[in-house]
């Protein structure tokens, strides 16, 4: 059997991208989020678990996870 790569970065940026699956905060590789242009409301609450770079510029963002308003910024 073969093993999937590791996501270092996703990109989905001007795609009308509406909801990211919540599990895309399980991945132990993933570093860098581009999701901006899209129709993001909410980013899911996994991702703020992982040490990640996030770009959800552009997009109409109505509220955070309390997680993203307490996590400390390096």
Known sequence: MHKAAALHTFRASGNKVR???PKIGDSKTLRF????????KTLPKTIYKIPVVVDASENVIK???KIALTKKVV
């Open 19 to 21: 909801k990211l699956p």
């Open 33 to 40: 989020l581009y999701v901006q242009g899209n129709l993001l």
């Open 63 to 65: 509220e955070l996870p």
